[in-house]
């Protein structure tokens, strides 16, 4: 084997042009999908990481009527909904994949919340004690939430760094008291994610469909909001989960948890649906990679040109070499040896060319990438089955040519010279 591969890299040095010319077209299409596989997985991971964040791994699950999220900002308390207890919420954290569970109410419209002359209108979430770390929010200034807050049911706020701009223009508001639904509450701190994500924005699509617009968030104690909202309500579940792709799993299991214990009727149009981000961002990508798959099959019709071109060329190596081959033949050598001699001699001049293909598809990638601000990944695992695909399509087109050389005749070939 090692001497029939010696034997090839001395064909190929000894017709230069020639050989790269037949690589040409396994270069070139080895390239094309090496440079579209690595677009189409960066591409994917940005979406995934723009719809789930930076790596927070949190999945919400929500009350849903006939299929709808149901929002009580406008459609008021559910009938035969139970409020979720806290020996349920432990019930959710001991389901599979699932690291901890917060409790939460929320208004995604505040009507009623006032700073001075300053009327909010973003966003009023009521936590529980587990909601910040859940989310992974840090106090930035002021204090968190006490035990003592919940127990004795005071009337104190925690901003988002939105609030903080639009509510009080930028200014500390710790300490500051703000008006919510009548109620006085007291700002005792600024809470922000611990880790700032910002999405991939590339186009108006994006900006509509990653940014966020909101005018931010005012949190209250989860205990006091039956006092600023005048009844207990069910609440929403924040669960985060061990690893990304446990998010569906851990979601779906929280979500028929919840409809089974805190839905009184059975024939309710009430239920609980899981915020699915990790199915989101799939929907997205195969979007994206219906398109892309076609242009990874028109660039394999190069390769099947470039296979061509390999049996092409050994043809004519066999014509050339046709008095070498008789001599070998004449001397005892076996058909299986001449066969392998010259499958040898494809696979080797094929791989090369998928070699070349490769890095030619990597540094395209990252020029393309450069150029027009599109991520890529690059895929170890695609650039191995190139370049064993390459050794295949050199084995499979140059089986003809190979064939051809050991059924030659020796008396026949050593004649012609």
């Given amino acids: 084997m090692i001497e029939n591969i010696r034997l090839a890299f001395q064909g190929i040095w000894g017709h230069k042009l020639r050989s790269v010319l037949t690589m040409l077209g396994i270069i070139i299409g080895i390239a094309a999908i090496i440079t579209i596989v690595s677009t189409i997985k960066g591409t994917n991971e940005q979406i995934k990481e723009n ?4 790596g927070n791994n949190v999945v919400t699950v929500q009350l849903n009527q006939d299929g709808y999220p149901y929002d009580m900002s406008w459609q008021g308390i559910p009938q035969g909904v139970r409020v979720i207890t806290e020996e349920t919420r432990r019930e959710i954290e001991d389901l599979r994949g699932v690291e901890r569970a917060s409790l ?4 995604s419209y505040a009507e009623m919340v006032y700073y001075q002359d300053t009327q909010f209108n973003g966003e009023v979430c009521g936590i529980d004690e587990h909601y910040l770390s859940v989310y992974g929010y840090q106090i930035r200034s002021g204090r968190g939430f006490t035990q003592k807050d919940y127990e004795d049911m005071r009337k104190v706020a925690l901003v988002d760094p939105g609030a903080v701009k639009t509510l009080f223009g930028g200014e500390d508001p710790v300490g500051k008291s703000i008006e919510l639904q009548g109620e006085v509450f007291t700002v005792v701190g600024v ?4 880790e700032e994500f910002a999405p991939t924005i590339q186009n108006m699509n ?60 059975t024939e309710s149009t009430f239920d ?18 219906s398109t892309n ?23 004519v190596s066999v ?23 010259f499958l040898t001699e494809a696979a080797v001049l094929t791989s090369l060319g998928g070699i070349i293909g490769v890095l030619s598809g990597v540094g395209l990638a990252q020029l393309i990438s450069g150029m027009m601000q599109i991520p890529v990944a690059i895929s170890a695992g695609a650039i191995l089955i190139a370049v064993v695909f390459s050794m295949l399509i050199g084995v499979v087109f140059g089986l003809l040519p190979a064939m051809k050389a050991a059924n030659l005749n020796p008396i026949d070939a050593l004649r012609r010279e």
């Fill in 206 to 265: 994006d900006y509509w469909l990653y940014a966020d617009t909101s005018a931010g968030t005012v949190y209250i104690p989860g205990t006091v909001w039956p006092a600023a909202y005048q009844f207990d309500e069910p609440q929403n579940v924040a669960i985060k989960v061990t690893d990304t792709d446990a998010m569906a799993s851990a979601g779906k299991d929280a979500a028929e948890l919840l409809t089974a214990s805190q839905i009184a009727n």
């Fill in 51 to 54: 719809l789930i964040g930076a």
């Fill in 272 to 289: 609980y649906r899981s915020q699915d981000m990790l199915e989101q961002a799939q929907q997205l990508q195969s979007m994206s990679q």
């Fill in 104 to 107: 939460y109410t929320h208004r």
């Fill in 293 to 315: 798959v076609q242009l990874i099959w028109i660039a394999s019709i190069s390769l099947l040109v470039g296979g061509i071109g390999v049996m092409n060329i050994m043809l």
């Fill in 191 to 194: 809470a922000a994610l611990s």
């Fill in 319 to 341: 014509t050339e070499r046709t008095a070498e081959i008789g001599l070998k033949k004449a001397i005892g050598a076996k058909k299986r040896r001449i066969r392998l001699q």
